[in-house]
């Protein structure tokens, strides 16, 4: 397809569903904008686009759906114009919904940047159009109908070396396979129990079993994202609090798809294994009142901010002497003790995965200082966030 060919159709896909696209070269320069009023990005979020657009060249001629770092959404589409050049057409960014300022600064943390930017990415990110997952089907199912489909590649000798090692993947997966079925059942039955052991099993099934899976950085992202998957759903299984553990989820997913070598990404292995696993071993067997649960499910949801007895029983509708005496009494902690234990769990991920300030991490869970966040820390672990981090953090290779 020709480059003004490809413009006119990329224009009116941005009539159409209300949404910028970009055309953009091999150097990763965009050729084409459509509308010319769509505010550039900041550069750090140009960059972190570089690997999706590198991804998209590998499979022209197919429609890639990708989430970046800052739960921005983009559809990629690689083409080959008539220079033998290969183009990526860009359709987005958009969101599935607004992102407030805490959650703005909470992206900046997990990538490693400085929370000073956030008034920038907030008055960028505030601007994208908005597009639920429904309307994004429907913008997918189209766009698989309008834009050219992957010719089929010239048939190949079969000892081409590149065929020839898949191949003998192959034929190595099925001669494993029951092992590795075996291998997968114990270590999730020994997680379902909550037993240390699990993470055994889970590198022994890693090491003798699907050895090949971090050869490609891709490949191993996105067994994480299943093993995340999961991980998440044996935890709800077993009783785990749904918003907490999806967030949790959420947290490691957007996280992993920040790193760029296999390495980084071991090093987020152990920690997704190590907090699912604390998650599954802290499910109790006793549930609550309808109350209780929806007091924690708010705390869940609005971690980041001012929380207070008095906003969450004025949010719930009931008199906060009541809600106090009755969560304390259900849950054996009070909801200030609650709420601190939560946010001392999002910051030990912090402290694992990245160098930000104990002001940012403090600052960003809702702690009005440095020192009262080191306190309630200290409390909770017996030990300082600093102390913390020195002993768990995950160093790179």
Known sequence: MKNFEMINLLK??????????????????????????????????????????????????????????????????????????????????????????????????????????????????????????????????????????KKEKEKKNPTEPDLLHHYEEYAASLESYPDTVASKQEFMERFKRGEKQAVEAYYSLMDNNLPHIKNHVRSFKNHL?????????????????????????????????????????????????????????????QSFSPLVERAQKYIFQNLTKDLTLKEIAETLNVNPNYLSGVFTKETGVSITQFINQQRITEAKELLC??????????MLLGYNSQSYFTRVFKSVEGIGPKEFRQKYRIKEK
Do not use: W
């Not at 990629?76 to 987005?92: H, M």
């Not at 407030?100 to 008034?119: F, G, P």
């Not at 920040?258 to 067997?285: A, M, N, Y």
């Not at 995965?353 to 403090?362: F, K, N, Q, R, V």
């Open 12 to 149: 009116d896909c941005a009539i159409a569903f209300n949404i910028p696209v970009h055309l953009i070269d091999r150097k990763n320069t965009a050729i084409f904008q459509y509308p010319d009023t769509f505010l550039k990005p900041p550069e750090e979020i140009l960059e972190t686009r570089h690997p999706y657009l590198q991804e998209a060249r590998k499979m022209p001629g197919t429609l890639h759906l990708l989430k970046d770092p800052f739960n921005q959404y983009a559809l990629f589409y690689a083409y080959e114009n008539p220079q033998k050049e290969t183009v990526v057409a860009l359709l987005g960014p958009f969101l599935h919904e607004i992102s407030d300022y805490k959650e703005v600064q909470l992206s900046l943390i997990m990538n490693d940047l400085s929370s000073s930017l956030a008034e920038e990415f907030a008055g960028y990110l505030d601007h994208l159009p908005v597009r639920t997952p429904k309307e994004l089907a429907s913008i997918q199912r189209v766009l698989q109908h309008v834009l050219p489909g």
């Open 353 to 362: 995965i990245t160098e930000h300030s104990l002001m940012d991490i403090s």
């Open 225 to 285: 994202i299943r093993l995340v998957t999961e991980l998440s759903l044996l935890c709800i299984e077993k009783g785990a609090q749904p918003d907490e553990t999806g967030s949790l989820s959420d947290f490691h997913i957007s996280f992993l798809e920040t790193k760029e070598t296999v390495e980084e990404l071991e090093g987020l292995e152990s920690i997704i294994l190590r907090s699912f696993l604390e998650r599954i071993q802290g499910v109790g067997r």
